[in-house]
């Protein structure tokens, strides 16, 4: 929906990679349920974020579309 994925922890803030940097992310939540103070963003290719969201939460394997 908000097309992000999480990069890295960085000193307490979290690095978000985004696809559309007009997109509005739910940031306070966000840093809620992930427990930190700071959200930073940068910014990635809808085909970087597909692709990472496939990897870790998907459930289907990339190069073959099979499910694991």
Known sequence: KYGFIPIEMQE????????????LLPNTE?????RVSEIKTVLCTPEA????IAQNYG??????????
């Open 12 to 23: 307490g803030t979290l690095i978000l990679g985004i696809c559309d940097p007009r997109a």
């Open 30 to 34: 966000i840093a809620e349920l992930a």
């Open 49 to 52: 974020v597909a692709l990472a």
């Open 59 to 68: 459930g289907q394997n990339v190069e073959t579309g099979a499910s694991v």
